[in-house]
T-cell receptor
């Protein structure tokens, strides 16, 4: 069965420090991968998605970047964190493009607090 | 661009009673999917129920059912026989059937926090 792992679960970082959140998927190949952010009291906003190794699409301009160095690994990064980067970050995956009716599966999330 | 609106920030219901969560969406597309996700205190997003826009029949999953009104662009979730474990944040989400570069992007509403009173 497929599983998605996301870490760390919680992170407190000072303003101006770098960030690296990692997400890996097991039990599937060529997944579509996504990074969402959930600000306090708000819904989820799609930040990045990837349909293949090295292919990254950004949905909103921001202080963050994403990379996909391996098929089932998705990394969210920042060189210098801002206070506004605080939030709950969720990684998700979905199946191959040829499947019409597919759902997204989410990781357990990372709560990032920038102080 | 598509938008999803959940107008009820918070709802509460007595255990064993029925509650309905509202969701409206805006789209010019005719082929899409709608979802309800549950986010309990553990923060793990769990799919509750899915509706395909081309299907007229409302989806049901055990105690969970939807009222899908395509013309009105409304997609409400009904929880019957509410249980304490149903307490969570519920998100309505939209996904186009059109794949943008192969990706399936979800558009979420703001969420409704559901409290179950024992």
């Amino acid at each position: 069965s497929q599983t998605i792992h996301q870490w760390p679960a919680t992170l407190v970082q000072p303003v101006g420090s770098p960030l690296s959140l990692e997400c890996t998927v097991e039990g599937t190949s060529n997944p579509n991968l996504y990074w969402y952010r959930q600000a306090a009291g708000r819904g989820l906003q799609l930040l990045f998605y990837s349909v293949g190794i090295g292919q990254i699409s950004s949905e909103v301009p921001q202080n963050l970047s994403a990379s996909r160095p391996q098929d089932r690994q998705f990394i969210l990064s920042s060189k210098k964190l801002l206070l506004s980067d605080s939030g709950f970050y969720l990684c998700a995956w979905s199946t191959l493009p040829r499947a019409r009716n597919t759902e997204a599966f989410f990781g357990q999330g990372t709560r990032l607090t920038v102080v | 661009a598509q938008t999803v609106t959940q107008s009820q920030p918070e709802m509460s219901v007595q255990e064993a009673e029925t509650v309905t969560l509202s969701c409206t969406y805006d789209t010019s597309e005719s082929d899409y999917y709608l979802f309800w996700y549950k986010q309990p205190p553990s923060r793990q997003m769990i799919l509750v129920i899915r509706q395909e826009a081309y299907k007229q029949q409302n989806a049901t999953e055990n105690r969970f059912s939807v009222n899908f009104q395509k013309a009105a662009k409304s997609f409400s979730l009904k929880i019957s026989d509410s249980q304490l474990g149903d307490a969570a944040m519920y998100f309505c989400a939209y996904r186009s059937a059109i794949r943008i570069q192969g990706a399936q992007k979800l558009v979420f509403g703001q969420g409704t926090r559901l409290t179950i009173n024992p």
